[in-house]
């Protein structure tokens, strides 16, 4: 054999390296990425809403529980128009309702089997209907990207804009993120 065979049969001594450096850089990123994820905010009790000492804190996962004031709902997302079940249409739309006693505005997803039932029974409206369980509470001034929502739902509400409000996130969960 000649010697320009045999440099194409041996490896480039970088080329040996390459394979075993790309693991390892996987394990060492897996690993740093499992230690530094912080661990899902702990469940406090907020209580009901019309007892609460308000404002809420912001980004709190509590449950809280409260009855809806008034008809008025802000509607978001698209769902699935076409769908033959109610459940299905209401998939990936979300209600904004205030609830009575406090500047606290709650998030529900609109095919929770809860709400259809209800919105069912009381000709679509959710006035009276009980929120309570699971959820995050949070500042819509403080969170990126709800700055506007904030305002729209001032605006529907007839919420002062000086006066702290929270949302409060029913279908948020810690191990969703």
Wanted: aromatic residues 6%; glycine residues 10%.
């Amino acid at each position: 054999m000649s010697s320009a065979e045999d440099a194409d049969l041996i490896a480039p001594s970088g080329a040996r390296w390459a394979a075993p450096a790309a693991v390892a850089a996987v394990v060492i990123a897996a690993a740093t990425w499992l230690m530094w994820t912080p661990a899902p905010p702990p469940l406090t009790d907020c209580g009901a809403v019309a007892t609460a000492t308000h404002p809420l804190a912001h980004d709190t996962f509590c449950t809280l529980s409260g009855t809806v004031e008034g008809d008025k709902v802000l509607s978001m997302g698209k769902g699935v128009p076409t769908a033959s079940d109610d459940k299905t249409r209401a998939q990936g739309v979300r209600l904004f309702v205030k609830l009575a006693g406090a500047d606290v505005i709650a998030i529900l997803s609109a095919d929770r089997d809860d709400v259809l039932a209800w919105r069912a029974r009381h000709r679509e409206t959710l006035e009276g209907f009980e929120v309570k369980g699971p959820g995050r509470v949070f500042d819509p001034n403080a969170e990126k990207g709800y700055e506007g929502t904030g305002q729209a739902l001032r605006k529907l509400f007839g919420l002062d804009a000086g006066a702290p409000m929270r949302l409060y996130d029913t279908a948020w969960r810690p191990d969703a993120e």
